[in-house]
């Protein structure tokens, strides 16, 4: 069963520090993976997308990391901001007949504290 | 600034009754989606679109729930008979392409309460 798994569930930390979120995925074939973040209330904006490729992708504050061969990606926040708080969705893209599959991770919930 | 936008952006109704949501995708886009967040499940793809075409809605209970896109500046979903367990928020996404390999834009979202 094709599964994306993220850790931690929640995550509370300190204005300026840095944070590492993780997702595992065992989707395939791999398509593409993305990091979303969704804020309270709102739909969920991209981050970033990876290909099988790609093993680093930036956005500003936030760097996502890939290994395709463990199968596993990751999330950085650096120098976090109270603005960061929001829930953070990781996505793996499977190709199937209908053109795609998309299998979400349960998120994790960050939160930044003054 | 173009966005998704869906309404209403929240609906309360009681059981029993029809409920039909709607979605106008980003001008030019060629893929709709439609997903359910709940707290427990997360965010689930119901159903997607590309050229008004279903592709896939294997993620849609079929007994009460359709998809439509009448046309290509509106996408809808509807419940009948809605039931408390269809509680959520439904957002619906937009993208060019293949769903798999594109950036989709979300919308606002419904929250939708059924009592």
């Known amino acids: 069963k094709n599964q994306v798994e993220q850790s931690p569930q929640s995550l509370i930390i300190l204005e300026g520090k840095n944070c590492t979120l993780q997702?595992?995925?065992?989707?395939?074939?791999?398509?593409?993976l993305r990091w979303y973040k969704q804020d309270t209330g709102r739909g969920p904006v991209s981050l970033t997308i990876?290909?099988?490729?790609?093993n680093t992708k930036s956005n500003g504050r936030y760097t996502a990391t890939l290994d395709a061969d463990t199968k596993q990606s990751s999330l950085h926040i650096t120098a976090s901001q109270l603005s960061d708080s929001a829930s953070y969705i990781c996505v793996v893209s499977v190709m199937n007949n209908a053109g795609n599959m998309l299998t979400f991770g349960g998120g994790t919930r960050l939160m930044v504290k003054p | 600034d173009a966005r998704v936008t869906q309404t209403p952006r929240h609906k309360v109704t009681e059981m029993g009754q029809e409920v039909t949501m709607r979605c106008q995708p980003i001008l030019g886009h060629n893929t709709v989606f439609w997903y359910r967040q709940t707290m427990m499940q997360g965010l689930e793809l119901l159903a997607y679109?590309?050229?008004?075409?279903?592709?896939?809605d294997s993620g849609m209970p079929k007994d009460r729930f359709s998809a439509e896109m009448p046309d290509a500046t509106l996408a809808t979903l509807k419940i009948q008979p809605s039931e408390p367990r269809d509680s959520a928020v439904y957002f619906c996404?937009?993208?060019?392409?293949?769903?798999?390999?594109?950036?989709?834009?979300f919308g606002p979202g419904t929250r939708l309460t059924v009592t």
């Open positions: 997702c595992n995925y065992t989707v395939s074939p791999f398509s593409n």
């Open positions: 996404a937009s993208g060019l392409g293949l769903a798999g390999s594109y950036e989709q834009y």
């Open positions: 679109f590309r050229n008004r075409a279903p592709l896939d």
């Open positions: 990876m290909t099988f490729s790609e």
